[in-house]
Every structure is written in structure tokens, then in C-alpha cells.
């Protein structure tokens, strides 16, 4: 069945590197993404990965992809008290569409002074 | 660029009741998925709709319904609400169907049903 798993919490200093993890289920997926929830607003995309890729970094960001063991990281380095929010991973595992995510249950990153 | 709205924002409903949930797309886009997220869950995708088409559906009964207009906007109707049915919902629009897969999505609609 589809599924993706992440563990629900993640608490780190700030001005620490934040690693949140997420396994996934199906090997076909094309696209596999981070969004970003902060109370009251909408999920907005953080970056994404092409399943043909090992890593992507953007600025503070850093993504690692491993296919075999269907693993998926997203690093945020020097974490800030404005990165806490609820992180989660999803996949792409259909062919007729792109948009049709399947999505973990979230981290929430809590960020310690 | 105008971003995706929904209406209401929140809403109240008694069980066996009907809702109807409304979302506006962003500029340019011409496809939009609607998201039903539980409280302390991820997003669950219901269906979306690409051209006025409905073009896949998740794991929801026909009592979830909807509709694209020719300007993209959308709406979610659910039928004889459930108290399971209280949850967020979230719509998203994006543009065509096989690109990078990015979606913009509204604030959603909370519905709580008592």
C-alpha cells in the first residue's frame, strides 16, 4: 500500500542543522517533495527532488534522496526560530499526474533558544 | 499575480447536513486538487480536476462531489455530512498535469461538524 512515514517531532537549538527524515513506499514516484506548514497558513513548497537525483541543495537546504533504501532527508542548516513549523514529505507515484501527492503526517521542527 | 483563495474559512455544520467549499486558482493556473487534512495528519487527496474534468480521485466516497469552472475556479461539495468529515480542507491549483508537481495552495476551509 502507499505510504509515508516521518517521526512527528523534532526538537533542535537553534543555530543548530535540522535533519528531518521520511520514508516513502513506491519506487515510481517521478517527484518526491518538502512543504512547509506554519500555523494559519497554507503548505507552501520548500524544494523538491527529481527521482533520478541523490541530492539538491538550495541555500539552507539540502535534500538527500536514496532510492534503494527509499529514503528521503531534508537538512536545514543554521536552524532559526522562523524555520519552526511542520515539515512534511510527499511523493508523486501516479503516471496521469504529478499533483496527485501522497503525504506523510508531518514533523513539527520545535526550535530551543 | 493573485493567489489561490478559498471561502469560507470556517465553518460549522450539523450532521447530515450539506457543504459547499469554494476555491479560486491562482492567475494561470488551470488545475485544482482539493486535500482533506485531519487534525495532526497529512494532507489526504480527495480529487482534482484539470479543464473543467474531474481527473483522478482518492479514497472518498461519492458523497464528496465537485465542479470546475471555464475560469478554473472550483468547488467541493460534501453531502450528508459525517462527524468524521470535520477536518481541513485544502485546495491547491498548478498548471497542466506532468510538470514538476508544484502546488499553490489556499489558507483551506476548516468545517467542523457537530
Known amino acids: 500500500g502507499e505510504d509515508v512515514e516521518q517521526s512527528l517531532f523534532l526538537s533542535v537549538r537553534e543555530g543548530d542543522s535540522s535533519v528531518i527524515n521520511c520514508t516513502y513506499t513506491?519506487?515510481?514516484?517521478?517527484?518526491l517533495y518538502w512543504y512547509k506548514q506554519e500555523p494559519g497558513a497554507g503548505l507552501q513548497l520548500l524544494t523538491y527532488?527529481?527521482?533520478n537525483m541523490d541530492m539538491k541543495q538550495d541555500q539552507r537546504l539540502t535534500v538527500l534522496l536514496n532510492k534503494k533504501d527509499k529514503h528521503l532527508s531534508l537538512r536545514i542548516a543554521d536552524t532559526q526560530t522562523g524555520d519552526s513549523a511542520i515539515y512534511f514529505c510527499?511523493?508523486?507515484?501516479?503516471?496521469?499526474?504529478?499533483?496527485?501527492?501522497?503525504w506523510g503526517a508531518g514533523t513539527k521542527l520545535i526550535i530551543k533558544p | 499575480e493573485t493567489g489561490v483563495t478559498q471561502s469560507p474559512t470556517h465553518l460549522i455544520k450539523t450532521r447530515g447536513q450539506q457543504v459547499t467549499l469554494r476555491c479560486s486558482s491562482q492567475?494561470?493556473?488551470?488545475?485544482v486538487s482539493w486535500y482533506q487534512q485531519a487534525l495532526g495528519q497529512g494532507p489526504q487527496f480527495i480529487f482534482q480536476?484539470?479543464?473543467?474534468?474531474?481527473?483522478g480521485r482518492g479514497n472518498f466516497p461519492p458523497r464528496f462531489s465537485g465542479l470546475q469552472f471555464p475560469n478554473y475556479s472550483s468547488e467541493l461539495n460534501v453531502n450528508a455530512l459525517e462527524l468524521d468529515d470535520s477536518a481541513l480542507y485544502l485546495c491547491?491549483?498548478?498548471?497542466?498535469?506532468?510538470?514538476?508537481?508544484?502546488?499553490?495552495f489556499g489558507e483551506g476551509s476548516r468545517l467542523t461538524v457537530l
Open positions: 491547491a491549483s498548478s498548471s497542466g498535469l506532468k510538470n514538476t508537481g508544484e502546488l499553490f
Open positions: 492567475s494561470g493556473h488551470n488545475t
Open positions: 480536476y484539470y479543464r473543467e474534468e474531474e481527473n
Open positions: 513506491d519506487s515510481s514516484s517521478t517527484y
Open positions: 527532488i527529481f527521482s
Open positions: 510527499a511523493e508523486s507515484p501516479y503516471m496521469d499526474s504529478n499533483y496527485q501527492l501522497i
